[in-house]
Nanobody, 122 residues
Framework: QVQLVESGGGLVQAGGSLRLSCAASARTFSSYAMAWFRQAPGKEREFVAAISRNGGSSYYADSVKGRFAISRGNAKNTVYLQMNRLKPEDTAVYYC???????????????WGQGTQVTVSS
């Protein structure tokens, strides 16, 4: 079992920045690809970003390319999501996920955090 705990969410004005963190309990953290998803009120959960097990590759949803950056620190069992130039449409609950391979499909991830709220005001 892997436990994931997100932190770093909050209220920010449009154009501002936040950095989300996801701390994992697994000793074998480096064996998992990691991803971020988000879900806005009344909408389906959507892919945001993913990173490979060794951090060698990452990719993003078109809606966040150029603004968000995913990274991982395997020695700290933590994955991050740096969010810049935030927009009101980025408002959502953000979820951290772990799986065997990096993917943009939520079905590929076996473990999920409880989420952290990000609210962007205009």
């Amino acid at each position: 079992q892997v436990q994931l705990v997100e932190s770093g969410g909050g209220l920010v004005q449009a154009g501002g920045s936040l950095r989300l963190s996801c701390a994992a309990s697994a000793r074998t953290f480096s064996s998992y690809a990691m991803a971020w998803f988000r879900q806005a009120p009344g909408k389906e959960r959507e892919f945001v970003a993913a990173i490979s097990r060794n951090g060698g590759s990452s990719y993003y949803a078109d809606s966040v390319k150029g603004r968000f950056a995913i990274s991982r620190g395997n020695a700290k069992n933590t994955v991050y999501l740096q969010m810049n130039r935030l927009k009101p449409e980025d408002t959502a609950v953000y979820y951290c996920a772990a799986g065997a391979l990096d993917s943009d499909s939520d079905a590929r991830y076996d473990y999920w955090g409880q989420g952290t709220q990000v609210t962007v005001s205009s």
